[in-house]
C-alpha cells in the first residue's frame, strides 16, 4: 500500500502530470459529446479522424512552441513569431505566384529557401535587438510584431495572394505513410531542436544563462550570442510554421496568417513546464501543451460553441490548467479535502496517451 | 555634549537566531547631538543591532529607553514615528519619481483625498533647504548623483521630528567629493541636537566625523570609546580581536614558510590597474605556485581587486601582462583564455545556478570555454565530476541532485570543482570559506596549499587575517579602496604587522590616484 502511495505521488507530483490530465479529459469529454471522436478510418490509403486532425493542425503549433520555449528558457520571449510566419509564407507564396511553373519542385524549394532566409534575417534583428543593444525581450519583439504585419502586407500588397502550387500545398495537406506530412515535419523539427540542443552543449548553456545569467557570465559563457542564437532559432521555427499555415489554404493573407499564434505558443511552453522566468526548458512539454491547446481549439469547434462564448470557454479551461498545476494551488486544494482517495489505476492510464 | 543626558539608551540586549547569537547582553547609547560610529567586522552584529532598535527585529532580553522612555517598537513605521529613522544602505527610493513625491511617498499632503502637489514641493523644498541642499524637487530622483539620492533619503527621514538619525553604510557607494558633501550635512544636523548613528567600514571617514565610537565583536560590546581617544591602531585591533586570535593560533598548524616561489617571470604581472569608484590603481605580480592573500576590513576593496583581475568588472585604468606578454583581462571569458579561475565571494548570485544539477554546475567553466558546439562526452563528464566529488567529498555525492539544495559549504566545493577541472594557471578565490561549517574550512584551505605546491598561483580573499596568514606567501594589505602595503610573508610577519598596515593607512607607501 505505502509503496503505491509513493508510486502515486511521484506520478501526480511529476511536472507534467497535470495537462495530461486535462488533455485525456478534453478527449474523453469529446467522446462522451461525440461517440465516434476517438475512431479512425482508412479512406483512400490515408488515415482520417478528429485525433489526426488535432495532429496535423497543432504541427504548426508545435513549431512555433519549439522555438519560443528555446527563448523563453533564456529569460526572454519573442512576440514576433506570428508576422514571421505570415512574412515568410507570404515570401515564399509571392516567389511561387512569379513563377512561369507553379508546380516545379525546384521553384518551391527556392521559395521555401528565400523565405527562411528573410525569416532569419529578421531573427537575428531580434536577436540583435536583444543580445547587443540589450532591449527588454519583450519591446524588442513587439517592434517585429508590430512591424513584421505590415511589411507582410506590402510583401502581398494588401491581397490575400492565392497560388495553385501541388507541391507547396503538401506542405500543409499531403500525406505520407497514411499520415498528414505536417506531423513529419513538426517531428523533424522537434527531433532537430532536441539534437541541437541536447546533444550539444546549448541546451545547457541556454539553461545556465535563463538559471542565472550572472554567474553564468563569471562561469565564461558568450550569453550575447547564445541569446542572438535562440531568436535566430525561434525566427526559423516560426518560418517553417508559416509555410505549413499558407499551404492550409494554397494562400498567402498577410493579416491572418499566424494570428495571435505567439500567445498560443507561449501559453504551449508555460504548459509545458518551462518557467517564464527561465532555466530548465522541456520540449517534450512544450509538445504536449500545444496538443492540449489544439485539442482545446477542435473541442470548441466540435462542441459546437458558441464563437460568442468560445474564446471563454478556452480561456477558463487554460485557467484551470495553470491553477492545478500551481504546486501552491494544489496545496490549499488539498488541504480542504484531505481525504485525497484518487484511485491509481486510472491515473496509470494517461501516460499511454503521451507519445501522440 | 557628553554631560548630557542620553537621548537612546540600549541596554543587555540579546537576540538569537537559530544557531547563532547575534547580541549577547550588548549596551549601547547615544547622546543627543553627536555623530555616534558604530564599528565592528563582518557578523559582528552591527546590523542586528540595528534592526532591533528600529524595530525590524524584536529583542530576547534588553530594554530600549528612549528620551526616558521604554519603548519597544514593532516595525520601522512606528520607530520613525517616535523619531528614530533610518536610512539602509541601499537607497530604497524610486529613481523614477519626483524628488518631492519620493519624501512624501505614502505621507502625502492630502485635501479631501486629493494630494495637494503645490504644498508637498513647498515642504519639500524647505526639507531641503534644511539640508543645504539646492536642487529642483520636480525633477526625478534618477536625475541626481546618489549622493544627493543619498541626502534626500535623509530628508526623508528626518522629516517627522526625527531626535535619531541611524544612517548604515551611507557612504559605501560615493566618491570623496559626495562623501564630503555628506557629512557636511551630517554635521548640520549634530548641530541641530539630532544623534547620528552612524555605519561605516571605512576608518578615515569615522576619524573625520565621529565624535564616539562603539566596537561590537562576534556579537558582544567590546566597549566605548572616544574617538580622540582610540588610535586608529587600537580600533583595528577591538574590531578584529587580536589577543584572542593569538591564542587561537598557538593550536593551529604552524603558518607555511615563505619560499623561493617569487623567481622568474611572474605569472600574472598588473601594472597600475584600477577602476574609478571601485578600487584606486594598485600593482601586483603572482608567481607560479605562489600564494597572495589579501587582506583588509569589509569594504576595502578585496573584492574589487579580485573581480579586476578577472574581469569581472572592466578596469578603466593600468595594463596586465601574462607570462610576460601584454594581455588583457576585459572580460571573464578573456581572463578565463589566460587561465584564470575565480569564486564569487557571493555564491547564490554568482557563483552556483541553483536549478542546474551538480554535475551541470561543476563542467559548466570547462564546457563554456569548449563552446557549446563540442559537448563534453558524458562519460569524461561523469568521470571528472565523479573524481572530485570524490577528492573534496562533496556531500551529498549525487551529481544529478539540484545544486540549490546542498549546504553552502558543499556548494563552495562545487564551484571549486568547476574552476579546477578547467586547470587554470591562477586560482582566485574571494572568500570561499565563509558561511562554511569549520570542517570545510579546513578542507579548503589544505586543498589551497595542495594546488600551490603543484604550481597552481592562487589569490586568496579573506576577512580572516589567520587563515590569510597560514596559506599566503605574499600578503597584500588593503585600506579604503587603495593597496596600501605589500608584505612577504615571513617570520616578522604576523597579524600586528597586517593590522599596523590597515590602520596607518594611505600616504604610507604613496599609492597615486
Redesign the interface.
Known sequence: MSNRTAGYRALTTHRLFWPIVVLVVLLAANTVYRPGFLSVQMRDGHLYGSLIDILRLSAPLILVALGMTLVIATGGIDLSVGSLCAISGAIACLHISEQPDQNSVGGVLTALALGLGVALVLGAWNGVLVAVIGIQPIIATLILMVAGRGLAQLITEGQILTINSDPYKAIGVGHLLTLPLAIFIALAAALVVAAFTR????G??I??VG??A?????????SAR?TFLVYVISAACAAVAGFMMTANVSSADGNAAGLWVELDAILAVVIGGTSLAG??FSLGGTILGALLIQTLTTTVYAMNISPQTSLLFKAVVVIAVCLIQAPGFRARFARRRPSAAAPAPVTEQPKEQVPA | MTGSHPVLTMTGISKSFPGVRALDNVDFRLFPGEVHALMGENGAGKSTLIKVLTGVYGTDQGTVTLADEQVSFTGPMQATAAGVSTVFQEVNLCTNLSVAENIFIGREPRRLGAVRWGEMRRQARALLARLDLDIDVNAQLGSYSLAVQQMVAIARAIDIKARVLVLDEPTSSLDAGEVAQLFRVMRQLRDDGIAILFVTHFLDQVYEIADRITVLRNGQLVGEYLTGELPQLGLVEKMIGKELRVLERLDEQPRRAATDRATGTPLLDVHELGRRSAVAPFSLTIHEGEVVGLAGLLGSGRTEVARLLFGADRADHGDVRVQGSPASLRTPVAAIGHGIGFCSENRRAEGIIAELSVRENIILAMQAARGWLRPIPRRRQDELVERYVRALSIRPADPELPVGNLSGGNQQKVLLARWLITEPRLLILDEPTRGIDIGAKTEIQRLVAQLSDGGMAVLFVSAELEEVLRLSHKIAVLRDREMVAQLTNDQDVDADRIMQSIAAGAGHEGVPS
Open positions: 546533444r550539444t552543449a546549448l545547457l548553456i539553461e545556465s538559471g542565472n550572472q554567474a553564468s557570465r563569471l562561469a565564461g559563457i558568450r547564445i532555466g530548465r
